[in-house]
C-alpha cells in the first residue's frame, strides 16, 4: 500500500550534518503523517521528528534545536535536517507513515548514519 524510501545517510564527524530524505509513494491517505524513528544497537526505537499535512512538526527533546523534518507534499518527500551531529546520534534511521497518530504501519528500510568523534 505504502512503499518508502530512505537516502542520505553517512558517516561524518562530530558537529557535521547531514540531509536525510524518504520519498513515499502509495496511499495518499498512508501518507498522512510521516517522519524519521531512529534506533540503535540494544536501545529501543525512537522517535525522532514527525510532520503532518499541514507542517504540524514534533520532535523528540533530544534533537530539538538541531534537527529540521521538513515535506514536499507535491512529491511525498520528508527530508531530515540534521546538523551540530553527536556520536550519539549514530543509529539506523527509518522513515515511517501512517494515516494519523505516529508511529504508522509504514516502515522504510532504513540509513545508516554513523557520528565519529
Known amino acids: 500500500q505504502v512503499q518508502l524510501v530512505e537516502s542520505g545517510g553517512g558517516l561524518v564527524q562530530a558537529g557535521g550534518s547531514l540531509r536525510l530524505s524518504c520519498a513515499g509513494s502509495?496511499?495518499?491517505?498512508?501518507?498522512?503523517?510521516m517522519g524519521w524513528y531512529r534506533q540503535a544497537p540494544g536501545k529501543q526505537r525512537e522517535l525522532v521528528a514527525t510532520?503532518?499535512?499541514?507542517?504540524?512538526?514534533n520532535y523528540a527533546d533530544s534533537v530539538k534545536g538541531r534537527f529540521t523534518i521538513a515535506r514536499d507534499h507535491a512529491n511525498n518527500i520528508v527530508y531530515l535536517q540534521m546538523n551540530t551531529l553527536k556520536p550519539e546520534d549514530t543509529a539506523v534511521y527509518l522513515c515511517?507513515?501512517?494515516?494519523?497518530?505516529?508511529?504508522?504501519?509504514?516502515w522504510g528500510q532504513g540509513t545508516q548514519v554513523t557520528v565519529s568523534s
Open positions: 510532520i503532518d499535512r499541514d507542517d504540524r512538526t
Open positions: 502509495g496511499s495518499r491517505f498512508g501518507l498522512n503523517v
Open positions: 515511517n507513515s501512517g494515516q494519523a497518530l505516529p508511529p504508522g504501519p509504514y
